[in-house]
C-alpha cells in the first residue's frame, strides 16, 4: 500500500492554519462514527446533523438537469448570474422588507461561504467579532481565520441573548455582532425588543451586524423581525437554500448588505471561487420562483415531527426537552443523569447506537444538553425515542 506523503520538516505552513482547526471538532466523533457505521450497513440511528430528510423540490432538479444538457456548463460571473442575484434581492425584500438590488447581493456555496467573505471583508487581526451562545460550531474558525477573534457571550434564560452582557462584551475592538435568527441550536428567534437593543448598541459602537438567516425560511411565515430596513448601511444578511428548500448538497447561498460590501466581497468570489455552476444559478432561480411552497412544505414536515418527537421524549425520566420557536432542532438538558452533554452522547450511541450531538459543540451555555434534528422519518424519530427511553431507564 502506498504510504501517502507527508511534507518536509523543512516547511512552514501560515498562521492560518492554526486558527482553522475548529474547537468543538471533538463534538463530531461520535457523528463521524455513526456516519460510518450506517456506510457500513450497521443499525444505527442518526440524530446529529441538520439535513432534512425531503428531496428537493422536483421543478429545481428537473431545471439544472435541463440546463446541463443545454450546455451550461461554462464559466459564469463571479458575483453570480444577474438573474440570480436579482431573485435573490427580491426574495430578501420581501424577507425584510429591505429593498435591495442585484448590486447588494453576491452568490456564494452556501451562507457558510458567504459567512467565509463576511467575515475576510469586515474583520482583521486585533478585532473582535461578538456572538450569542448558543452558537454554531463552525463560526470560531470561519471568524478566526480572518486573525479576529470570535467573542462569545453566555445565554440567558431560554437561551435568548443576555443583552447587559452582550454590551459588557463590546470593547473598541469590536467591529461586528453576529448571530443566527433562527438560532442553531435552540430556536430561538430575535424579536422586536432584542433587535432594537442590539441597533442601539451598534450604532452607538458603530458596529457591522452580520445575520444568519440560514433557517429563516423555516420560521413561522418563512420570516423573521430584520433590522436590515432600518440599518440598510451595517446590516449583512446571509441565507441560503439548504434549509428552507432541503438543498444542502447544492451549496446554494448570498450574502446582501451594503453596495460597497457586496464590490468587496464579488472580488473575494473572484479570487476564491472564480464563479460557481451556472446549472445550479439557474436551478436556485427556479427554487426561489416556488420559495413559498418549498418554506410551507418544510414548515409543515419541522412541525409534525417536532411535535411527534416531544410526545415521544415527553415523559422520558431525566431528559427535559427544550421546545425550539423555529428550526429542526431541539436541545434536551440531560444534566438531571450527572452527565455532561458529550458523556451522554457517548454513552447513549455505545449502548443504544443513536447519534445525538453534544450541546458542548455550541458553547458552555448548552453543555449540560444534547441536541437532536428531528427532520428526519417518523420511523426513525419514533425508535430513537424508544432507545433514548431504554437508555434513561438504565441509568442509576
Ligand atoms: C446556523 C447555520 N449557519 C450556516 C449553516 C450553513 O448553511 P449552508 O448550507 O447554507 O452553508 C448552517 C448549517 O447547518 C447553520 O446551522
Known amino acids: 500500500m502506498l504510504t501517502p506523503p507527508t511534507h518536509s520538516k523543512n516547511v512552514n505552513y ?23 457505521a450506517r456506510e457500513r450497513g450497521e443499525d444505527v440511528l442518526i440524530l446529529s446533523v441538520g439535513d432534512p430528510d425531503l428531496e428537493t423540490p422536483a421543478p429545481v432538479i428537473e431545471r439544472a438537469v435541463a440546463q446541463l444538457r443545454g450546455g451550461d456548463t461554462h464559466y459564469v460571473p463571479a458575483a453570480g448570474r444577474a438573474a440570480l442575484r436579482e431573485a435573490i434581492a427580491r426574495a430578501h425584500a420581501a424577507r425584510s422588507g429591505q429593498q435591495i438590488g442585484a448590486e447588494n447581493v453576491v452568490y456564494f456555496a452556501g ?14 487581526p486585533g478585532d473582535e467579532v461578538v456572538t450569542f451562545e448558543p452558537l454554531y460550531p463552525t463560526y470560531p474558525a470561519t471568524i478566526e481565520v480572518s486573525g479576529a477573534r470570535l467573542v462569545p457571550v453566555p445565554a440567558a434564560a ?39 437593543s442590539i441597533a442601539a448598541l451598534a450604532r452607538r459602537h458603530d458596529l457591522w451586524l452580520i445575520v444568519d438567516e440560514v433557517y429563516a425560511g423555516l420560521a413561522p411565515g418563512g420570516r423573521v423581525p430584520s433590522l436590515a430596513a432600518r440599518l440598510p448601511e451595517r446590516v449583512v444578511t446571509l441565507g441560503s437554500l439548504s434549509k428552507s428548500h432541503a438543498m444542502t448538497g447544492w451549496r446554494a447561498g448570498w450574502l446582501a448588505g451594503p453596495r460597497e460590501l457586496a464590490a468587496h466581497a464579488e472580488k473575494l468570489a473572484m479570487c476564491m471561487l472564480f464563479g460557481l455552476p451556472g446549472f445550479i444559478q439557474e436551478a436556485a432561480i427556479a427554487a426561489l420562483a416556488l420559495a413559498d411552497e418549498a418554506g410551507q412544505r418544510m414548515r409543515a414536515f419541522c412541525a409534525t415531527r417536532q411535535e411527534r418527537f416531544a410526545v415521544a421524549i415527553g415523559d422520558i425520566p431525566h431528559l427535559r426537552a427544550v421546545p425550539p420557536e423555529a428550526g429542526m432542532f431541539m436541545l434536551i438538558d440531560v444534566s438531571a443523569t450527572g452527565l455532561s452533554g458529550g458523556e451522554f452522547a457517548r454513552a447513549l450511541y455505545a449502548a443504544e447506537r443513536v447519534s445525538v450531538l453534544d450541546g458542548a459543540a455550541f458553547g458552555r451555555s ?7 434534528c428531528f427532520a428526519t422519518e417518523e420511523a426513525t424519530l419514533d425508535a430513537a425515542a424508544a432507545r433514548l427511553r431504554r437508555f434513561c431507564e438504565s441509568l442509576p
Open 158 to 196: 431560554g437561551w435568548r441573548p443576555d443583552l447587559a452582557a452582550l454590551a459588557a462584551h463590546v470593547t473598541p475592538r469590536t467591529r461586528a455582532l453576529l448571530w443566527a435568527s433562527p438560532n442553531n441550536p435552540s430556536g430561538v428567534v430575535l424579536n422586536e425588543a432584542e433587535l432594537g
Open 366 to 372: 448548552s453543555a449540560g444538553c444534547v441536541r437532536v
Open 14 to 36: 501560515s498562521a492560518l492554519v492554526h486558527r482553522i482547526g475548529g474547537h468543538g471538532a471533538d463534538a463530531w466523533l461520535t457523528h463521524y462514527e455513526a456516519v460510518a
Open 111 to 124: 451562507a457558510q461561504n458567504a459567512l467565509f467573505a463576511a467575515s475576510l471583508c469586515l474583520a482583521g
